[in-house]
């Protein structure tokens, strides 16, 4: 039985008995329920090939864009069935940053920023755009860098720097729920430890689901840990207590590199 902690407060999001499939019948996600808290960093751990970037993408109906993959059970934010939402509505509430950091090539710092709304066919004063850019570059810690070459290319920026003009971008939309797949994987130690703090300040307006592979970076800035094994999810709790006391011997094999 998969360990919860009683959770008193109202989730942000319900995951209710979600399975995944191709379309041979392989399960990549089988019957994943959790309650997301609002305003915490919840990590998602486990092996290569466990299910966990598959119910990431389910997050925000990423795997909709390829054939043959069908979803059972349901997501809700706050309390709206995601899957009978229109996707664009979806990805305004849910914004998602991938593992390589990957800024529209051809547009400046600037219009990296507002692209989603450039996208979505919003108008705005000039004047609107500018507050949402440095906003949002400010709220990533990146303005300060950036204010004086707002229109240069964004990939002439280094990768943490292209990192967080993803995030950036992500949160020019203020979405309620920010998914991270494996965020730092391709930066370097200073601009992961970046990132990390970034996330940290960032959760106390967004909630945020991570994927990663780095256990060390999980215990350092999660509140909330899910191990997922084989495609089912063996163990969700607090970090702290999932790290020092595992329910699961599962669990406890992968933290201590008995295999992963």
Same mark, same amino acid.
């Given at each position: 039985?998969?360990?919860?902690?009683?959770?008193?407060?109202?989730?942000?999001?319900?995951?209710?008995?979600?399975?995944?499939?191709?379309?041979?019948?392989?399960?990549?996600?089988?019957?994943?329920?959790?309650?997301?808290?609002?305003?915490?960093?919840?990590?998602?751990?486990?092996?290569?090939?466990?299910?966990?970037?598959?119910?990431?993408?389910?997050?925000?109906?990423?795997?909709?864009?390829?054939?043959?993959?069908?979803?059972?059970?349901?997501?809700?934010?706050?309390?709206?069935?995601?899957?009978?939402?229109?996707?664009?509505?979806?990805?305004?509430?849910?914004?998602?940053?991938?593992?390589?950091?990957?800024?529209?090539?051809?547009?400046?710092?600037?219009?990296?920023?507002?692209?989603?709304? $450039?996208?979505?066919?919003?108008?705005?004063?000039?004047?609107?755009?500018?507050?949402?850019?440095?906003?949002?570059?400010?709220?990533?810690?990146?303005?300060?860098?950036?204010?004086?070459?707002?229109?240069?290319?964004?990939?002439?920026?280094?990768?943490?720097?292209?990192?967080?003009?993803?995030?950036? $971008?992500?949160?020019?939309?203020?979405?309620?729920?920010?998914?991270?797949?494996?965020?730092?994987?391709?930066?370097?130690?200073?601009?992961?430890?970046?990132?990390?703090?970034?996330?940290?300040?960032?959760?106390?307006?967004?909630?945020?689901?991570?994927?990663?592979?780095?256990?060390?970076?999980?215990?350092?800035?999660?509140?909330?840990?899910?191990?997922?094994?084989?495609?089912?999810?063996?163990?969700?709790?607090?970090?702290?207590?999932?790290?020092?006391?595992?329910?699961?011997?599962?669990?406890?094999?992968?933290?201590?590199?008995?295999?992963?």
């Amino acid at each position: 039985m998969i360990n919860t902690k009683e959770n008193t407060t109202t989730p942000v999001m319900s995951i209710e008995d979600i399975s995944i499939s191709y379309g041979d019948d392989k399960y990549a996600v089988k019957h994943v329920s959790a309650e997301i808290e609002a305003h915490s960093i919840t990590a998602i751990m486990g092996p290569s090939g466990c299910g966990k970037t598959t119910l990431l993408r389910a997050i925000n109906r990423m795997h909709e864009l390829y054939p043959n993959i069908s979803t059972e059970g349901k997501i809700l934010l706050g309390g709206d069935n995601i899957y009978e939402m229109p996707t664009m509505n979806l990805r305004r509430k849910i914004g998602m940053v991938f593992q390589r950091p990957n800024p529209f090539p051809t547009l400046s710092i600037y219009d990296n920023v507002i692209a989603g709304y $450039r996208l979505n066919g919003i108008r705005m004063k000039k004047q609107e755009r500018d507050e949402i850019v440095e906003k949002s570059l400010r709220d990533v810690a990146l303005w300060d860098e950036v204010k004086d070459t707002l229109h240069s290319k964004g990939n002439f920026l280094s990768g943490g720097q292209q990192q967080r003009l993803c995030l950036a $971008r992500t949160i020019a939309f203020r979405p309620q729920v920010i998914l991270l797949d494996e965020p730092t994987s391709a930066l370097d130690p200073i601009s992961t430890s970046k990132i990390e703090d970034l996330l940290v300040e960032l959760k106390k307006d967004y909630t945020i689901i991570m994927v990663t592979h780095n256990m060390s970076q999980a215990a350092r800035i999660s509140d909330k840990s899910m191990f997922m094994y084989l495609g089912e999810l063996v163990e969700y709790d607090n970090t702290k207590k999932m790290f020092t006391t595992p329910t699961d011997p599962r669990t406890e094999a992968y933290l201590t590199g008995k295999f992963g």
